[in-house]
């Protein structure tokens, strides 16, 4: 099972990025997906999730209305949406898979991260 997280880049406060996860060694319709980021100096939290079936998704309050979270199970992808990005959204983003749920930080498999920097 790998996830492969890519899409980061430095972006200007108000502007918007897209994060990718390619999914392999399992179908993706069998996991439930999210992401996660960490700050410097600050505990990883969970961002966004998206359920097995794709029908039920939960944004952390920081990020609703601004970020989007949906996958192909088709391409086993999945993204994150993110507009009107603000300098508190700089942090390694990780994607992360999990045969039941999408749990606070203990998921079955981890990518590797790709970085967000907004600047203000």
């Known amino acids: 099972v790998q996830l492969q997280a890519s899409g980061g880049g430095l972006v200007q406060s108000g502007g918007s990025l897209r994060l990718s996860c390619a999914l392999s060694?399992?179908?993706?319709?069998?996991?439930?997906v999210g992401w996660y980021r960490q700050a410097p100096e600050k505990e990883r939290e969970k961002v966004s999730c998206i359920s097995r079936s794709g029908g039920s998704t939960w944004y952390a309050d920081s990020v609703k209305g601004r970020f989007t979270i949906s996958k192909d199970n088709a391409k086993k992808m999945l993204y994150l949406q993110m507009n009107s990005l603000k300098p508190e959204d700089t942090a390694v983003y990780y994607c992360?898979?999990?045969?039941?749920?999408?749990?606070?930080?203990?998921?079955?498999?981890w990518g590797q991260g790709t970085q967000v920097t907004v600047s203000s």
């Open positions: 060694g399992f179908r993706l319709d069998d996991y439930a």
């Open positions: 992360a898979a999990d045969d039941f749920q999408c749990w606070e930080n203990n998921m079955d498999y």
